[in-house]
């Protein structure tokens, strides 16, 4: 099955091991992945002003080629994912913002929110299934104690992402249990890292970073895994821990038997 694949910008940069295990286990899986032409960024944090359409233009423009081409759209990025899906949503449940939109780039016919957005997990549950996936595996991760981190923008807000629930998410433990890990549960795996207040507010963003960090770690956890870059990148430079913090993709690729062949 072929999907649009949209990486983002900072799988381009610091985030490259997400993009490339992404790849590497979507292939191992018989899932092609093509990028929309000239892509841009999605903005990186979606716009709630309801007056304001031009930071939405971008993700716009990748919906509609999504839907000219008749795919499925697939991101991976948690803060991709948020934007493109909120986007969506909106063009959907706003007549004036979809009027917006259709006016500057003119859509022709005009975008309605037709396109079928995933995230790269909602690909693996919803389309290869976690069955499937399981048939796959050719390095079960047995033993393997890992604690999901969804994060903030993965879940929320709930009816525009509507991929799991948000207080009491499954979807990457079930992932987890389908390569052979052992999930851990633990209070702040859906909480916020402060990842977005890394700049501004040091101290509070290794408050909270720290608070997720030793929540996994009281619970067992041997490592975390994500889908987010920011939270990544704050889990590891801010909280103090030295708890390894991985993409769901890395793992996913040792998994599969494919992440051999990922070379820095």
Not at 140 to 150: F, N, S
Not at 216 to 229: D, F, L, R, V, Y
Request: proline share 5%.
């Amino acid at each position: 099955m072929t999907f649009m694949y949209y990486p983002g910008c900072t799988l381009r940069t610091k985030a490259k091991d997400l993009d490339r295990y992404a790849r590497l286990s979507a292939e191992a899986l018989g899932i092609t992945l093509e990028e929309p032409e000239n892509w841009q960024c999605c903005g990186g944090a979606y716009t709630t002003a309801k007056d304001e359409a031009a930071t939405k233009l971008s993700a716009a423009r990748v919906l509609n080629s999504a839907k000219e081409l008749d795919r499925p759209l697939i991101t991976v990025c948690s803060a991709c994912h948020n934007v493109i899906k909120q986007t969506n949503y909106d063009i959907q449940h706003d007549d004036n913002l979809a009027y917006k939109v259709n006016n500057y780039l003119n859509f022709d016919p005009p975008y309605s929110g037709e396109a079928k957005i995933y995230h790269y997990l909602e690909m693996l549950r919803d389309i290869v299934g976690f069955d499937k996936l399981k048939e796959k595996v050719i390095n079960p991760l047995k033993g393997k104690k890992i604690a999901a981190y969804y994060g903030c923008l993965l879940l929320r807000p709930s009816k525009a992402l509507a991929m799991d629930d948000p207080e009491n998410p499954t979807i990457i433990e079930d992932f987890i249990r389908a390569i052979g890990g052992e999930p851990v549960i633990y209070a702040q795996r859906n909480e916020c890292c402060g990842g977005y207040i890394t700049l501004e507010d040091k101290a509070q963003a290794a408050r909270r970073s720290g608070a997720v960090m030793s929540s996994a770690e009281e619970n067992g956890a041997e490592m975390i895994i994500t889908a987010c870059p920011l939270c990544l990148y704050n889990l590891r430079k801010n909280s103090g821990s030295q708890l390894p913090v991985v993409y769901f993709t890395e793992i996913l690729a040792e998994a599969l038997g494919v992440k051999e062949d990922c070379n820095e």
